[in-house]
T-cell receptor, first 115, second 113 residues
């Protein structure tokens, strides 16, 4: 069974503080993704990775960094958190099918509130 | 760039009735189309995907046909159950974009007993 876990599940941060969201997958998938989910916008891609040591910018990368230190772990870093980054964040791993047929497996999400 | 437009929710219906969630897409490429479902408190999960035009995908009683001429991929179910209450996302991926998915805004479906 595919398994993607995220921590923490809930986080309250202060404006200007640093926030790190962690993701772990036991699927041995090469591809990993970070999305944010907001009403009226659906899921939007922030950063993604094709393997350990690699990170790529997604559609909305401003204000976020990513780190992929190993096959299993992919972190999203907010160096200076702002209230506009209040959202639900989802991590996913991809099974690396044909370039346009990757099936993505999502974690349960992290709810972030920036005050 | 690529875009996906789907029915605005919430869609509220009674058990045993039929469901249609419209999805239209725009891309200059030849996409693979996906439907994902998100149950309360969970992350999205794949319902099914269709890589080829004029083919149908199906799972759990849901189905959608990849209509290349109309650039549509409408989700249908003949008889919904309360357990189908969820948010449904239409998405596409293109070869030029690698494995990146472009999602619609999601459609919340509420099924009343």
């Amino acid at each position: 069974e595919a398994a993607v876990t995220q921590s923490p599940r809930n986080k309250v941060a202060v404006t200007g503080g640093k926030v790190t969201l962690s993701c772990n997958q036991t699927n041995n998938h090469n591809n990993m993704y970070w999305y944010r989910q907001d009403t009226g916008h659906g899921l939007r891609l922030i950063h993604y990775s094709y393997g350990a040591g690699s990170t790529e910018k997604g559609d909305i990368p401003d204000g976020y960094k990513a780190s992929r230190p190993s096959q299993e772990n992919f972190s999203l870093i907010l160096e200076l958190a702002t209230p506009s980054q209040t959202s639900v964040y989802f991590c996913a791993s991809g099974d690396g099918g044909a370039r346009d047929q990757d099936t993505q497996y999502f974690g349960p999400g992290t709810r972030l509130l920036v005050l | 760039g690529d875009s996906v437009t789907q029915t605005e929710g919430p869609v509220t219906l009674s058990e045993g009735t039929s469901l249609t969630v419209n999805c239209s897409y725009e891309t200059k490429q030849y996409p693979t189309l996906f439907w994902y479902v998100q149950y309360p408190g969970e992350g999205p999960q794949l319902l099914f995907k269709v890589p080829k035009a004029n083919e149908k995908g199906s799972n759990r009683g849901f189905e959608a046909t990849y209509n290349k001429e109309a650039t549509s991929f409408h989700l249908q179910k003949a008889s919904v159950q309360e357990s189908d209450s969820a948010v449904y996302y239409c998405a596409l991926a293109t070869n030029s974009a690698g494995n990146k998915l472009t999602f619609g805004i999601g459609t919340r479906v509420l099924v009343r007993p």
